[in-house]
């Protein structure tokens, strides 16, 4: 899997959200799954405006503690503010200014090479130099070049 390190500025995203545990999401009460197939019988871009519609998150935040603990998942399109769809009923997340780790996964079927980058991105922080912060990571998927069989997959992990 390919690293490098990247400032990127804040960003707010609308979508849906759930809150779960990975211990749940490797049994079988896990919520994600399900939650991928709402988002994409939803066509969020479209109905909240999504600034790069093409550009879809999965951003994890709201973290208990690490990445043994409960934590937020939101799949949703980069906004240009929560105001503008504030009763929408959509959920909003603010992921702030950040140095990230990006990970570039293998390509692949998405429902193997994400868990297994994630598997690797754990065992990568366990001994690293680099600090995790908890105040956002993401899962980048670009429709432009989007193959569910061959998907490569950018992981953005904040880091100090």
Do not use: C
């Amino acid at each position: 899997m390919h690293t490098q390190i990247v400032r990127k500025p804040g960003i707010t995203l609308t979508g849906i959200s759930a809150r779960t545990t990975n211990a749940e999401e490797a049994g079988p009460n896990g919520v994600i799954p399900g939650l991928w197939g709402q988002f994409s019988q939803a066509n969020l871009a479209e109905a909240t405006g999504a600034s790069n519609p093409h550009l879809t998150y999965g951003l994890y935040t709201d973290y208990e503690s690490d990445f043994t603990g409960a934590y937020t998942i939101l799949l949703g399109h980069e906004h240009g503010s929560a105001e503008i769809h504030k009763e929408s009923g959509f959920a909003h997340a603010v992921v702030p200014e950040s140095n990230y780790m990006v990970f570039t996964t293998v390509k692949g079927p998405m429902e193997v090479v994400v868990p297994q980058a994630w598997a690797e991105i754990w065992k990568y922080f366990k001994d690293s130099p680099e600090k995790r912060t908890y105040t956002g990571d993401f899962e980048l998927y670009d429709a432009r070049k989007f193959d569910a069989a061959g998907v490569e997959v950018q992981i953005y992990i904040a880091v100090e």
